[in-house]
């Protein structure tokens, strides 16, 4: 008899885990999901009665296909739960219900439905209690109190290793770890397809440029791989949301997502102020894939200083640099190089990946900051770079 049931309850939550799916309500009124409840549960025992008191024993087990699966009371022993970003209700109910906190994924969900604040739930960090109602896990969820906080921001323009250093210093796990987790970008999540060129260079897989700036928290007991996997994470939702990968290849012309990134991180490294970051990277595009500079290369002095931290070197300022410093033939970023380099050279933010996908028009090939504020002036013509630098100098830039 029980096999002709709907079992749409907590067997169905069971099977959806890990899936990316909203919350819902009930079709029709919030009420009637339960108003059909009682309705059957009274037809049930209408049924049963009339079967006879032996038969009895089998309401527990009917009772469980019409009511919502829900543990009483706060809990018991104390546990640790993360809410990754981006989680929606239903993928929050999946995490409470892996880690024991309630009985059912429909128990929080529910709860969550009849509370409008249930909206303000954060990503992060929770300390919970297994064996909660569902209205109580969610209760215990909105209480500030409860969430553990354990941020560290990430300032744009970081290269690997020194982001490797600060989550190094604020966690205690070693830079090494870090530097070994990190050298299998696609086990950390990054597709295979991100390292796609298009202008015939050989592809290096690195995980520079994927690590994205932001504030994070860090999960209690947290690995090297876990906090890298969760900023490639980060990464992959905000480009996805941007659309960059889709517009830079519809937009661009010839030039791949991954390139795009480098061209991000170089407008990152060279912009003086945020409203030319996408200048800069109008002068990458021109000077390597126009033909209009004479050496289609990029000629920029922050490729070589990325080079210089990579082999342990100390930077040093374009003034300091000798000509066997920028012209070094056994640096794969030098910058007389033609062509694009071979990755980025940090880890740009939101307004740099905007400025590489969608640039400015301009014909620029030259740039220099011309003022302490950083704005830079640009120009097509050298002999006006020139007369740019000489303005950089008065005002005691260069």
Known sequence: MTDDLDLGFDEQDRGEKGKHRRGRRRNGRSGGGRGKTALALLMALVLLGSIGGGAFYGFDRIQSYFVTP???????????IQIPQGAFLADMAVVLYDAGVIKSTKAFTEAAQDNSRSRNIQPGT?????????ANAL???????????????IPEGRTAKSIFKLLSEQTEIPVEEFEAAAKDPEKLGVPDWWFKREDGKES???????????????????TAETILGQMVDHFLSVTGQMEFADRVQKERGGISP??????????QAEAGTKKDLGRVARVAYN???TGTFDCSCLEMDVTVNYYFESIGQEGKTSGQMTRSDLDNPENPYNR?????????????GKEALEGAMDPPAGDWLFFVAVDKQGNSAFTKDYNQHLRNIEKAKENGVL
């Not at 829900?70 to 640790?80: A, K, M, Q, S, W």
């Not at 929770?126 to 569902?134: A, N």
């Open 70 to 80: 829900d543990f009483d009371g706060g809990g018991t022993e104390d546990v640790t």
């Open 336 to 348: 007389k190089l033609p062509g694009m380099i071979p990755t980025p050279i940090n880890n740009p």
């Open 204 to 222: 290096v897989k690195s995980i520079e440029g994927f690590l994205f700036p932001d504030t994070y928290e860090i999960p209690p007991n947290a």
């Open 258 to 267: 991954y390139e795009a990134l480098i061209v991000a991180s170089l407008a």
């Open 126 to 134: 929770y300390k919970l209690r297994k064996e909660m109602s569902g």
């Open 139 to 153: 209760a215990a969820m909105l209480d500030p109190q409860n969430r553990i906080v354990n941020g560290l921001t």
């Open 287 to 289: 000077r390597v894939y």
